[in-house]
């Protein structure tokens, strides 16, 4: 498009050479860019922001009485149980929404970096599949399993279809013990920050209230929404530096990144970090 416009003398791919650069391209199917580790920082951004979300949220059930799954059938049973002969008074309230995290206090958690991976608990069972979020409780004996993605917004589904494929052995593998019961849950939000329309009731599923999962959900479209973007202005930048702490205390006049990820080149966050603090990505990377 840009070069159809006048702004550029070629079509190609700056990067890795594509003859034809569109933006589907540069946001998230250019060789070069994945390789280096661009996709994965925009990845990681939105995922240190669920695994903060689930920091706060996780010691708030620990520390409360467990809600037993008996008693509320029994509690549901008895508000809607009408006697021979009897009418109901009164309509039947409507049921809380119970999540998942409601059923037990000893929740644990475990979040999949690149540069910190983690092993899969053994005691649910021996596997090498990282997944990037794993909440378990032994109490309950249930194994919740989050993979993010940020595919393009025409590939979301496609998206889904592949996480829940590549896990589906291991779900069934944990579900098999008769011990363990396992729930997989797939949060994808667009390269363009479009969010899929099941994440938030995903959020909802985990414990979150309405409004927590709005926010998150508000929260991590922004995000990615941003790394796009720096992603995108980075898209000329092709040098393959690594030296980023050194560059970083080199640049004091700059907005500052807390980067993890050590496959993020210095000229990639040269480009980022000269943004205005107000377009740089929120999340443990941030300014």
């Not at 199917?29 to 706060?56: M, P, V």
């Not at 944990?174 to 479009?194: D, F, S």
Request: aromatic residues 8%; contains cysteine.
């Amino acid at each position: 498009m840009l070069k159809l416009w006048g702004y550029t003398s070629s079509a190609a791919c700056k990067l890795c050479g594509v003859a034809q650069c569109t933006l589907h391209h540069l946001l998230v199917n250019c060789k070069f860019a994945r390789e280096q580790g661009r996709y994965l920082w925009r990845h990681d951004s939105a995922l240190q922001h669920i695994e903060q979300t689930l920091e706060d949220l996780i010691p708030h059930f620990n520390s409360r009485k467990p809600t037993v799954f008996a008693e509320v059938a029994r509690r549901d049973f008895h508000a809607n149980f009408v006697r021979a002969g009897e009418k109901q008074k009164r309509p039947t309230p409507t049921k809380a929404k119970r999540g998942l995290l409601e059923f037990a206090n000893d929740w644990k958690l475990l979040v999949d970096y690149d540069h910190k991976k983690i092993t899969f608990p053994p005691i649910i069972v021996a596997s090498a599949q990282r997944p990037d979020v794993v909440l378990w409780s032994s109490r309950s004996r249930t194994v919740i399993l989050l993979e993010l993605t940020c595919p393009a917004e025409e590939g979301i589904t496609a998206a889904q279809i592949r996480k829940e494929s590549r896990y589906h052995e291991l779900i069934n593998e944990i579900n098999e013990t008769k011990t363990w019961k396992a729930h997989l849950l797939t949060v994808e939000v667009g390269a363009r920050g479009l969010v899929a329309s099941t994440t938030y009731r995903i959020f909802r599923v985990l414990g979150l209230t309405a409004p927590q999962a709005k926010s998150l959900v508000k929260a991590l479209s922004e995000i990615v929404v941003r790394c796009s973007y720096a992603i995108y202005l980075a898209h000329g930048l092709t040098m393959r530096t690594t030296s980023l702490p050194d560059f970083l205390e080199t640049q004091s006049q700059l907005p500052r990144f807390q980067i993890s990820s050590p496959s993020v080149t210095t000229e990639f966050v040269a480009c980022t970090t000269s943004l205005t603090p107000q377009i740089c990505p929120r999340s443990n990377f941030q300014v």
